[in-house]
């Protein structure tokens, strides 16, 4: 056990920031069932910072369970989080993209910053996230670029176009870690592609846990956690 660590603890995460030499997070005997018996237990592997790392599994497998208890939406019944940066004690900030997202309807910046009074508003940095979700440019072909309304659920864009304006979203809180919940499953392949590609791009500066059921457009060596009612087996691509 690090003897260095400083707790992190809201009402369902605990998160220790632990002196290491690596940039990495540490996931141990992780444990959660509900009382019909599904959840996860045993779950143990580590991330590296920055990366991409996936989450596969079938169908209720705990994917989503794992993944709420990463973000603080669950409490687990034991295990630890530990997350280590080198020359930091800064605890990470962790977005989580669900996979039923849903969008206001109002303008683009008030989806994007999502919770924010207009007047506290970062507009730079909500410029920035929608320059690493990759959909600036377009929003700024807009005649109302950030004030184009949205409709009701994004109504008056496209399903790629939404998932992107969710993604800025989760982006605008400059997270050091993205949980992303099944992000492609309703694209066609051409927009999954180019989601991917987004994707990829950002686990290059963060780190990014994926849940899929599917290996479209991943490149060799990334590292893949596949759930069981055992625990967790970790692969790489290849």
């Known amino acids: 056990t690090p003897k260095k660590y400083q707790k992190y603890e809201e009402e369902n995460i605990k998160i220790k920031n ?6 990495e997070l540490i996931i141990r005997n992780l444990h959660l069932t509900y009382k019909n018996n599904k959840g ?5 592997f580590n991330v590296r910072c920055p990366s991409l790392f996936l989450l596969m599994g079938s169908s209720g497998s705990g994917k989503s369970t794992l993944l709420n208890i990463l973000s603080g939406n669950l409490k687990p019944q034991k295990g630890e ?10 605890l990470p900030r962790i977005s989580y993209l669900h996979q039923e997202f849903s969008l206001i309807n109002s303008t683009i910046a008030e989806n994007v910053a999502f919770g924010v009074s207009k007047e506290k508003v970062d507009y730079l940095n909500l410029k920035k996230a929608l320059i690493s979700a990759e959909i600036y440019d377009y929003v700024f072909s807009l005649q109302n670029n950030i004030f184009e309304i949205v409709g009701e659920n994004g109504s008056n864009f496209s399903i790629g176009q939404r998932q992107r304006i969710a993604l800025a979203r989760a982006l605008y809180f ?12 309703s694209l066609d392949k051409e927009t999954e592609k180019k989601i991917i590609d987004t994707i990829l791009k950002l686990s290059k500066k963060i ?4 849940s ?4 479209n457009f ?4 990334t590292r893949v956690g ?3 009612k055992n625990g967790i087996n970790i692969k790489e691509i290849n």
């Open 212 to 215: 899929t059921h599917q290996l």
């Open 40 to 44: 996860i237990k045993n779950i143990n």
């Open 207 to 210: 780190t990014i846990i994926m």
């Open 218 to 221: 991943i490149p060799k060596s």
């Open 226 to 228: 596949v759930i069981n």
């Open 174 to 185: 400059k997270p050091d870690i993205l949980l992303l919940d099944e992000p492609t499953s």
């Open 81 to 90: 989080i530990f997350f280590s940066k080198r020359g930091s004690e800064v």
């Open 18 to 23: 632990i002196s290491s030499r690596k940039n």
